[in-house]
């Protein structure tokens, strides 16, 4: 028998859909990396109703999908560049399932925070940590990540957050906040912000992949240093 899932975290699950189910679910990038995910199987065989949809919208369950972006970026820590997050104090901002900073953890890093607004996904990422065996401070914003590390953090981890150009100011936030930053992003094409620079193009779906999501299939990674203190 395998891994039951966080009751509570099941629970706000099946608040928004009745039915659905949360499954332990192995990432194909970022091997040795397992989320509690929506059950593909399920959801594929399911015909959504008027009021299942306006819950979606209302309060979305983002965090029980692998997003693209964050497979990639976990898989990047995992397989290509370790030495990024190693022995590092290490902020996954916007954290969602927590995948990013799981990865770093496995990578070898000093000290994970994650931090999300939403309490379900602050949630996913303690459920998901657990999963994988690995210490991970989850709490529900950036100035409590960076006091969770006495303000002292070497890298910051973003993926899919930036949705558009409108959150770009954030860029030269994380700078001042950490010495490195790595950003990975599906949807924004391109961050033409110096000093980001794309380092990667990583093609990856988004798990369970429902089909919707294709247009986000190839992720940039950016990384820039921190500013100057």
């Known amino acids: 028998m395998g891994p039951i899932a966080p009751s509570r975290l099941a629970r706000r699950l099946t608040a928004v859909l009745p039915g659905a ?66 022995g590092k104090r290490v902020i996954d901002f916007g954290g969602g399932s927590g995948v990013a900073g799981v990865a770093a953890a496995q990578a070898g890093a000093e000290a994970v925070v994650a931090c999300d607004i939403d309490e379900a996904a602050v949630e996913s990422c303690e459920a998901n940590a657990a999963l994988n065996g690995v210490e991970m401070a989850c709490v529900g914003d950036l100035d409590a990540a960076v006091a969770a590390l ?26 001042r906040i950490a ?8 949807r924004v094409k391109q961050i033409d912000v110096a000093p980001y620079r794309r380092t990667h193009t990583i093609p990856c779906p988004t798990l369970p992949n ?16 921190g500013a100057p203190r």
């Open 21 to 86: 189910r949360l499954q332990p679910t192995p990432l194909p990038l970022a091997r040795g990396l397992r989320l509690w995910l929506i059950d593909d199987a399920t959801e594929r065989a399911r015909q959504y109703t008027g009021p299942e949809i306006d819950r979606i919208w209302d309060e979305p369950p983002y965090w029980c999908f692998c997003w693209g972006s964050g497979q990639a970026l976990a898989a990047h820590l995992l397989s290509a560049a370790p030495e990024i997050v190693r």
């Open 210 to 225: 429902l089909n919707e999501f294709d247009e986000f299939r190839d992720v940039g990674i950016y990384r820039a240093p």
């Open 150 to 175: 006495d303000g002292k953090v070497d890298v910051l981890l973003a993926a899919d957050v930036l949705y558009d150009r409108s959150n770009f100011p954030w860029l030269a936030d994380f700078r």
């Open 179 to 186: 010495s490195d930053v790595v950003i990975a992003d599906s």
